[in-house]
């Protein structure tokens, strides 16, 4: 079992970055897959980005790539997303999550723990 928590949410002006932390507890952290998800008033839960075990293989939506980045560190436990050249679309409750599965996932049903989310506000 893993437990998620993020941190480094903030209100940020447009054009500006932010970097989201994930850490999760656990001995078999680097067992999974990992996913960042949004979501934002109104709207549903949306796929941001994924990464695998190993960390060699990502995926991004179409509206962050060349944006963010996300990655990891197995020996820390944690989850990362580098997030550039934000935009006010950008606005939402960020969540980590993970996954037993063997390869990334865009697929909310997919990843079997999440985190509580951090808010991220970008104001224009």
């Known amino acids: 079992q893993v437990k998620l928590v993020e941190s480094g949410g903030g209100m940020v002006q447009a054009g500006g970055s932010l970097r989201l932390v994930c850490a999760a507890s656990?001995?078999?952290?680097?067992?999974?897959?990992l996913g960042w998800f949004r979501q934002a008033p109104g709207k549903e839960r949306e796929f941001v980005a994924a990464?695998?075990?190993?960390?060699?293989?990502?995926g991004y939506a179409d509206s962050v790539k060349g944006r963010f980045t996300i990655s990891r560190d197995n020996a820390k436990n944690t989850l990362y997303l580098q997030m550039n050249s934000l935009k006010p679309e950008d606005t939402a409750v960020y969540y980590c999550?993970?996954?037993?599965?063997?390869?990334?996932?865009?697929?909310?049903?997919?990843?079997?723990?999440w985190g509580q989310g951090t808010q991220v506000t970008v104001s224009s």
């Open positions: 656990g001995r078999t952290f680097s067992s999974y897959a």
């Open positions: 990464l695998s075990r190993s960390g060699l293989s990502t």
């Open positions: 999550a993970a996954t037993s599965s063997t390869y990334t996932s865009r697929s909310y049903g997919d990843y079997d723990y």
